[in-house]
Each structure stands twice: as structure tokens, then as C-alpha cells.
């Protein structure tokens, strides 16, 4: 009698417990507000009344109308390309930063607008120093959180409830003497369907995402780079399905039956212990010298004669890129000369900079060595052209270099993979600021005469300076 009284207790206060952590789940997955859109998707370059890496989003509905501010935030680069000047001109004033498109409903993006309006209202009362000028503060601490926490919490909350649930339930069959599962079996068999369904997933995840992986190699070294991964994925992947099978096929066929039964002690075996130290030795051994000798052959190979050299230089959020010129030699550079017409630090007295090009796209001609010469600005930056294999940091006070010998052009690459629209992209790969998608600067891999062509049309470092000063006065 006392038991049962007990457990309708407890029942009902699990009864309740569930009802309000359901309640709160639901609260918690409810559709994102305003609030969170903006502090997931514009926190990041805009503030209400401050300048970051795009305007002070406080006045927006002075400066713009409604059905413009859906248009640009859905996608500004089309309102841009649409040649609206207001949208041209903006871009302009922010270094053409684009801003990503947000492929919303009308009502999200009236959403995010409401929440700047009212962080503006929020924060004009705090300035006028009455009223209830903690709105914003509160508001902008629960942005920084958003739900996160109250999911997590109540995962656990449930997960505790389930757990107790089931502890009321099986302390009453224990009573009656009833053992009602065989944990031992339960386990076995539920080790064999984490292996299917694990290997199920592996297979899934290669046949779904191998078409993002990189086409050929479109360089010398990259050949031989991508064959010394092949080499290792394969012994690893082999590696990877063998341990796996043997670790959770033995866990499900030694389990405990239910027999009385008694685990075999077996301390050691030295020929065990030396095979399956030694063999993993080996194996490692060779791919770890097989590594150190592709990349001793990538960055300890000769410098050629009539090798293409240029410099990139990494600043936040873009690249320059400079060629040597008629002199095949760029001139000296110091970071104590960067102003706003010499971005790149170039010393102007050094003869060697004279004829030294900007260029906002870089073309390189078909099988010729090319030495790339990293400067970073500010921040480490890191140089990374996927198709022909190259990465490298870029490093601030410390230069870096790294050659390599593009063997197709952009027109074969194309026919290759079939692809009409390829382009060879520079990309940084390292996460530099808020901007750091935008830094992406175009490569063209073209003819020997082609490149001498396009060569004769780019202009000079300082000349183009010169010109930037002119438009400026
Ligand atoms: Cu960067």
C-alpha cells in the first residue's frame, strides 16, 4: 500500500515535470525572432550606432524604404548590379565588401528590421538618460546567448526525467522478482547496429560529398601530391573498417549469455605484443618519410631561370598582386611607407619599383615555374589555390614563398571538368575577421603568348597610384 501511494507520487510529479519541460522545448525550437537573426547572421560587420565592417545600421528606415532594404538584404550584390546609385555608391565607400544574401521570407527580413528599430528606440532613451535605458543592455546579453542554453537544459531535464521513469518502472518488476530485459543481449546486438549503421553513414557521406572534393591537380607537384594522399587514405580507410568490424563484432560475440561464465586470464604474449607494435611502426614510418620526401621535393627545388615571380600581398579583407615588370625584379618594400596611395608599403626610391605592376588579376603563363612571394599587412592570412595545390601562410614582418608549375590552362581545366563557368580562385584560409569569405582574387592560367599580351596592358604600381591621388582631389 505505502509502495503504491509512493509511486503515484512520483508518477504524477514526473507527469508534471514533463508537461513543463515540454512546454519549454517547444519555447526553445519556436521560430527564430528578429533578435537572433541579427546576432547569427549581421552581428558580425553591423552594429546599431556604431561603424564595423558595414554602416551604422541606426536611421536605416530615414535613409531607405522598406521594399529596398528586402531587396538589398535578400541580395545586395543585384540591387548593385542593377545600377541602383545609391546601392553603387554605398559599395564603393566600403571597399566593395559584399555582403552575403539572405534568401529569406519577407517577414524574417521585417523581422530583423523591427529588431534594429527597436534597439535604436532602446538606445536613444539610454542616451537621453531617462526611461528604461537597461532595454538594450538586457536585449543585447540574451542575443549574445540566444537559446542555445534553454535547449541544452532541457535535453538533460529530459533526459533525466526518461532516466527516472524508467528506474520507478523496473524497481517495481524487481520487486515481483521479474528480470525484464537482458541488458547483456540488448548491448551485443545494439553494438552490431552502431557498426551497420556507422559503416552505413561513412558510405553515405562519400557517395553524397565526394563530388565537392578537388578535380585533378593542376600542377606539377599536385600530381605527386594527391597520389602520397591517395597512398595514405587507402591504408588508413583499410585500416579504419578492419579495427572497426573486429572491435564491435567481438564486443557482440563475447557477450555474457546469461550463463555463469568466467573471463579467460591471459596477461601477455610477446609475439602479439611485438607484431602489433611492430607492424603500425613500419606502416607509419614509411608514410611519414614518403611525406617528408614529396615535401622536401615541393619546396627544396631548384629555382629556374625563366621562372614568373610575383608578389601577394594579404590585408584585411582582399589581395594585391604586384609583377616585377621589364626587370624581372620588385622592388623593396616597408611597411613604415604604407599610406593611402601606397598600400602595399612600396619604397619609391628603389629603381627596381619603377616598373613594377598592380594587377587585379593575375595570369600565369602554361608550364613555367612560379614563385608566389607572401606579405600579409595585418593579420596572418594564408594563401590557398586548391587546384593547383598550393597553401601557404601569409605571415605579417615575415615573407614566405612557395613555387609551383601550373600544367593547365584555365580552357583545359574547363574541358576537364566540364565545367564552362571555372575559374582557378586565390582563397584565404585562415578564419582573418569578419570579412574573411571576401578574400578571393582570380587566376588565369593562359598561353605563353597570352600572357605576354596581357602583360603590355596592365599599369605600372605607382602610375595607378598616381591616378587614385588624381581622382581623389
Ligand atoms: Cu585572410
Given at each position: 500500500?505505502?509502495?503504491?501511494?509512493?509511486?503515484?507520487?512520483?508518477?504524477?510529479?514526473?507527469?508534471?515535470?514533463?508537461?513543463?519541460f515540454g512546454f519549454l522545448a517547444l519555447t526553445a525550437v519556436a521560430?527564430?525572432?528578429?533578435?537572433?537573426?541579427?546576432?547569427?547572421?549581421?552581428?558580425?560587420?553591423?552594429?546599431?550606432?556604431?561603424?564595423?565592417?558595414g554602416p551604422a545600421l541606426k536611421g536605416i528606415y530615414d535613409r531607405r524604404d522598406e521594399a529596398w532594404l528586402i531587396k538589398w538584404i535578400r541580395n545586395s550584390q543585384a540591387v548593385i548590379a542593377s545600377g541602383d546609385q545609391y546601392a553603387v555608391d554605398l559599395y564603393n565607400k566600403w571597399n566593395k565588401v559584399a555582403m552575403p544574401a539572405y534568401?529569406?521570407?519577407?517577414?524574417?527580413?521585417?523581422?530583423?528590421?523591427?529588431?534594429?528599430?527597436?534597439?535604436?528606440?532602446?538606445?536613444?532613451?539610454?542616451?537621453?538618460?531617462?526611461?528604461?535605458?537597461?532595454?538594450?543592455?538586457?536585449?543585447?546579453?540574451?542575443?549574445?546567448?540566444?537559446?542555445?542554453?534553454?535547449?541544452?537544459l532541457t535535453i538533460i531535464m529530459l533526459g533525466a526525467l526518461l532516466l527516472y521513469a524508467g528506474r520507478v518502472v523496473s524497481a517495481r518488476y524487481k520487486l515481483k522478482g521479474v528480470?525484464?530485459?537482458?541488458?547483456?543481449?540488448i548491448n551485443g546486438v545494439l553494438f552490431i547496429v552502431f557498426l551497420v549503421?556507422?559503416?552505413?553513414?561513412?558510405?553515405f557521406q562519400f557517395l553524397k560529398y565526394m563530388k565537392f572534393t578537388l578535380p585533378v591537380a593542376a600542377s606539377e607537384h599536385g600530381v605527386v601530391l594527391d597520389q602520397m594522399l591517395a597512398i595514405t587514405f587507402w591504408i588508413t580507410f583499410v585500416v579504419f573498417v578492419a579495427t572497426h568490424i573486429l572491435l564491435f563484432v567481438y564486443a557482440f560475440m563475447y557477450r555474457n549469455q546469461g550463463k555463469e561464465s568466467?573471463?579467460?586470464?591471459?596477461?601477455?604474449?610477446?609475439?602479439?605484443?611485438?607484431?602489433?607494435?611492430?607492424?603500425?611502426?613500419?606502416?607509419?614510418?614509411?608514410?611519414?618519410?614518403?611525406?617528408?620526401?614529396v615535401w622536401r621535393e615541393i619546396t627544396q627545388g631548384e629555382i629556374e631561370e625563366n621562372r614568373v615571380e610575383l608578389e601577394l600581398f594579404a590585408y584585411q579583407f582582399g589581395w594585391q598582386a604586384r609583377f616585377p615588370g621589364a626587370d624581372g625584379l620588385l622592388g623593396s618594400h616597408d611597411f613604415r611607407m604604407i599610406s593611402a596611395t601606397n598600400s602595399m608599403g612600396i619604397d619609391e626610391m628603389d629603381p627596381n619599383s619603377k616598373d613594377d605592376l598592380l594587377v587585379p588579376e593575375v595570369y600565369l603563363p602554361v608550364n613555367r615555374q612560379v614563385?608566389?612571394?607572401?606579405?600579409?599587412?595585418?593579420?596572418?592570412?594564408?594563401?590557398?589555390?586548391?587546384?593547383?595545390?598550393?597553401?601557404?601562410?601569409?605571415?605579417?614582418?615575415?615573407?614566405?614563398?612557395?613555387?609551383f608549375t601550373p600544367t593547365m590552362t584555365t580552357e583545359e581545366m574547363r574541358e576537364k571538368t566540364n565545367n564552362y563557368n571555372f575559374n582557378y580562385e586565390l582563397a584565404c584560409n585562415k578564419i582573418c575577421g569578419a570579412a574573411h569569405f571576401n578574400m578571393r582574387m582570380k587566376f588565369v592560367v593562359v598561353s605563353e603568348a597570352e600572357y605576354e599580351a596581357w602583360l603590355t596592358k596592365q599599369r605600372t604600381y605607382f602610375r595607378k597610384a598616381e591616378a587614385q591621388t588624381a581622382s581623389i582631389n
Open positions: 500500500m505505502k509502495f503504491q501511494s509512493l509511486t503515484a507520487v512520483k508518477w504524477l510529479s514526473s507527469g508534471v515535470l514533463t508537461v513543463v521560430q527564430p525572432t528578429g533578435a537572433e537573426l541579427f546576432s547569427n547572421n549581421c552581428a558580425a560587420c553591423h552594429k546599431i550606432d556604431q561603424d564595423l565592417v534568401d529569406w521570407s519577407d517577414d524574417e527580413i521585417k523581422s530583423v528590421l523591427a529588431y534594429v528599430k527597436e534597439q535604436e528606440a532602446a538606445l536613444a532613451t539610454q542616451s537621453a538618460g531617462g526611461g528604461d535605458g537597461g532595454t538594450a543592455a538586457v536585449a543585447a546579453k540574451r542575443d549574445g546567448w540566444g537559446n542555445g542554453p534553454l535547449v541544452i528480470r525484464l530485459f537482458n541488458w547483456n543481449n549503421v556507422g559503416m552505413a553513414l561513412v558510405a568466467k573471463a579467460l586470464y591471459y596477461p601477455d604474449n610477446h609475439k602479439l605484443e611485438f607484431f602489433w607494435t611492430v607492424i603500425p611502426a613500419v606502416v607509419l614510418t614509411v608514410l611519414v618519410l614518403y611525406g617528408t620526401k614563385v608566389l612571394r607572401l606579405r600579409a599587412r595585418d593579420v596572418i592570412h594564408s594563401a590557398y589555390l586548391p587546384h593547383f595545390r598550393v597553401q601557404m601562410n601569409v605571415v605579417p614582418g615575415m615573407p614566405t614563398q612557395f613555387v
